[in-house]
């Protein structure tokens, strides 16, 4: 079965720094690139970055470029995203993907790692 | 960027009806981009419909997609319970990835 399974939820104060994750499993991870979306509370879907699991190529949505980063680790079918500072603005579900070029479509996702900045 | 609007933001009707929803984009998108996902509450989203047309694994074919250029619709022809969610379109140009702000069908 494919499929992607994130970290568990998280509580951190203002300033602290994260990082989540993300493993794939049932399919060849190298193969796809895996897309990081963002849910505010009660609020749509962004997309903030994607990754390509071959060779790592990076792209940000220019809204959260310099603002998180995402990185991914091929040996154990992972993908990260990470935070050095974050705000209360960050308190959001975060969801990882797999784009699939064979659909060009968000095909399998993960379960959503919610975390919550609070002081 | 192209933003992507859809409407109506609330739809309201019954099992058993009809549902159209709509989403347009700021500038043409390859159709071959466009894709749907349904969202219920407490879930991750679901890929319904891919390449603005073809519909996804599993997918019943009451959902059906239809559009080019700027005007994407998604239908469901008869509704069941289980349809009421939101339902998000998103198109992938030039590096980027947008998705409209969702539509929320609800029971009326």
């Known amino acids: 079965e494919m499929q992607l399974v994130q970290s568990g939820a998280e509580v951190k104060k203002p300033g602290e720094s994260l990082k989540i994750s993300c493993k794939g499993s049932?399919?060849?991870?190298?193969?796809?690139?895996i897309a990081w979306v963002r849910q505010m509370p009660g609020k749509g879907l962004e997309w903030m970055g994607i990754?390509?699991?071959?060779?790592?190529?990076?792209t940000y949505s220019p809204a959260f470029q310099g603002q998180v980063t995402i990185s991914v680790d091929t040996t154990i079918s992972t993908a990260y995203l990470q935070w050095s500072s974050l705000k209360a603005s960050d308190t959001a579900i975060y969801y990882c993907a797999r784009y699939s070029g064979y659909v060009n479509g968000m095909d399998v996702w993960g379960q959503g790692t919610t975390v919550t900045v609070s002081s | 960027e192209i933003v992507l609007t859809q409407s109506p933001g609330t739809l309201s009707l019954s099992p058993g009806d009809r549902a159209t929803l709509s989403c347009r984009a700021s500038q043409s998108v390859d159709s071959s981009y466009l894709a749907w996902y349904q969202q219920k509450p407490g879930q991750a989203p679901r890929l319904l419909i891919y390449g603005a047309s073809s519909r996804a694994t599993a997918i019943p074919d009451r959902f059906s997609g239809s559009g080019s250029g700027t005007d994407f619709t998604l239908t469901i022809s008869r509704l069941e319970p289980e349809d009421f969610a939101v339902y998000y379109c998103q198109q992938y140009d030039n590096s980027r990835y947008t998705f409209g702000q969702g539509t929320k069908l609800e029971i009326k």
């Open positions: 990754i390509y699991g071959a060779d790592s190529h990076l």
């Open positions: 049932g399919y060849r991870f190298t193969s796809y690139l």
